[in-house]
């Protein structure tokens, strides 16, 4: 039973456009969202978040949104830059619980073609 | 160094043979968790520290792991008679308190033949 699931296992992008990268929840008691990033033999590292309180947040490139309603997180990246080629994790957590007991999606590998 | 440190970073053992993963949070980090990834899997969550003591084991997948942290620093995962399924990346994570974003360690490899 997934509660975190990440249905597209891959996306190819081209340089300078708008990488999409799409994840879906199950547990409305999810109240803080993240995504991370990871390259071959290191550790997940982290993006951006957001909290249940907000719809969208911004830091650079990278953009998040949050639908509640729908249940669906999405990550933009733009524009998308060779560098940006790697494994993309969202992950949830129940933040009301205090501990953040990272619930990890299966992870989409995004590659960007020059 | 300024990250999480794990170590080692990769161990092979035999199936049977007991094994010890440690873990060195970002100084100042009180909050420590530990998640493992097994091929082709997401990665789950194992243990949490808040300081020493261990709020949530709830992800320990059998008796034979257990994890310790000591003077709210280093933390060790020991896993007791491996077998073959114990096999995956064990990483760990610390962050300044639970509910600030987590960094994690490159992992260590541990691969059980």
């Known amino acids: 039973d997934q509660q975190v699931k990440q249905n597209s296992p891959s996306l190819s992008v081209q340089e300078g456009r708008i990488s999409i990268l799409n994840c879906d929840y199950t547990n409305s008691m999810f109240d803080y969202f993240l995504w991370y990033k990871k390259y071959p033999a290191e550790g997940p590292t982290f993006l951006i978040s957001?909290?249940?309180?907000?719809d969208k947040n911004e830091d650079g490139r990278f953009t998040v949104f949050l639908n509640k309603s729908a249940k669906h997180l999405s990550l933009h990246i733009v524009p998308s830059q060779p560098g940006d080629s790697a494994v993309y994790f969202c992950?949830?957590?129940?933040?009301?619980?205090?501990?953040?007991?990272?619930?990890f999606g299966q992870g989409t590998r995004l590659t960007i073609n020059p | 160094g300024a990250g999480v440190s794990q170590s080692p970073s990769n161990k092979v053992t035999e199936k049977g043979k007991d094994v010890e993963l440690r873990c060195d949070p970002i100084s100042g980090h009180t909050a420590l968790y530990w998640y493992r990834q097994s091929l082709g899997q997401g990665l789950e969550f194992l243990i949490y520290f808040q300081g020493n003591s261990a709020p949530d084991k709830s992800g320990l997948p059998s008796d034979r792991f257990s994890a310790e942290r000591t003077g709210g620093s280093v933390s060790t995962l020991t896993i007791q008679r491996t077998q073959q399924e114990d096999s995956a990346v064990y990483l760990c994570?610390?962050?300044?308190?639970?509910?600030?974003?987590?960094?994690f360690g490159d992992g260590t490899r541990l691969s059980i033949l």
């Open positions: 992950a949830v957590s129940p933040l009301i619980q205090g501990a953040q007991k990272l619930v």
């Open positions: 957001i909290s249940s309180i907000k």
């Open positions: 994570a610390s962050s300044f308190w639970s509910g600030q974003p987590q960094h």
